[in-house]
């Protein structure tokens, strides 16, 4: 059996189109298809419309609905959580995926020694203004998070349930799914595909969503940071020591009769913004420490409705 994941938020227009193509891989999958819909505290009408039109799809499905908005992880983390299956697909709602990668997920898990499928984009059908931020994106990831993402990045992935009980013990907030799912290991296979451009509604997925998740991304897997702060450090220690030399040299030989004010002021100002960039670093990773040392959970969940399950 194969538990399809698909968290939903602002995508109230694209509802009919996804449920007939989630229909047509229950179709495609002989019936061996369970769908998990979860409302990531979206403000449009996904939920009633899924309420009212899941009743009569043939597939067997599990509508959730959370208290807030989460973010698209701790939606798919959640939708995890709610099944116990053979294995496991993400699927994005907006179908700019095309949904026969399911199919194709869903065979390399049962037909090869693999734990984990990721779908990675091999082209995309945005507009240039769209691919520009998304590329640069993931060359930043790539770079300095997780070298082993693909260059187009990642939106899909399938599993068995032997890598999702494993990706769910990593109880982290503010984390990155992406990369977990690299630094978890296990038998990991690439499918590429390509990314189709958006029919209905606009993308939530936000410059300001980006730079938050790149930067979860960055404190929590690598001290890239801290690295950084302090060989800015020690190149600014040794340049302040070489300055003060070229000045006391220039001062014993009259080179220099007056104190120099604006260096002074500039000298300042500068080792100032450094100590306040060094302690924005470190703030990051003490308050992202302290916000796992809450227990929170990861998201709250309101109702959860079951239609069509077997008896």
Not at 226 to 253: E, N, P
């Amino acid at each position: 059996m194969l538990t399809l994941v698909i968290p939903v938020y602002r995508n109230e227009t694209s509802i009919p189109d996804l449920l007939d193509a989630v229909s047509g891989l229950h179709r495609d999958l002989h019936g061996e298809m369970e769908a998990v819909f979860v409302i990531d505290g979206s403000p449009d009408r996904c939920f009633e419309l899924l309420r009212d039109a899941l009743p009569a799809r043939p597939f067997p499905s599990r509508l959730a609905l959370l208290s807030r908005n989460f973010g698209s992880f701790s939606a798919i983390r959640a939708g995890l959580e709610l099944v116990e299956s053979d294995r496991y697909a993400v699927m994005a709602a907006d179908l700019q995926e095309p949904p026969e990668l399911v199919l194709e997920m869903d065979k390399v898990l049962r037909e090869e020694p693999v734990d984990v499928v990721v779908g990675t984009r091999e082209s995309r059908e945005d507009p240039l203004m769209s691919r520009l931020p998304a590329q640069m994106f993931w060359w930043l990831y790539r770079k300095y998070v997780v070298p082993e993402v693909p260059p187009g990045g990642v939106d899909v992935f399938g599993c068995n349930r032997e890598f999702r009980d494993n990706l769910l013990r990593l109880d982290e907030r503010h984390s990155s799914l992406i990369a977990q799912l690299f630094w978890l290991g296990f038998r990991r296979k690439l499918i590429h595909y390509s990314r189709k451009s958006r029919q209905h509604g606009k993308s939530a997925w936000t410059l300001r969503k980006k730079v938050n998740y790149l930067m979860d991304s960055v404190f929590s897997f690598t001290d890239l940071p801290i690295r950084l702060l302090v060989r800015g450090g020690g190149i600014t220690a040794a340049l302040a020591g070489l300055l003060g030399v070229i000045v006391a040299i220039g001062r014993l030989a009259g080179l220099i009769s007056v104190p120099g004010y604006a260096m002074t002021i500039l000298t300042i100002v500068f080792l100032g913004a450094m100590n306040l960039f060094g302690l924005g670093v470190v703030g990051s990773y003490a308050w992202r420490t302290y916000e796992n040392t809450k227990g929170r959970p990861h998201t709250v969940m309101m109702r959860m409705h079951e239609f069509n399950q077997a008896e």
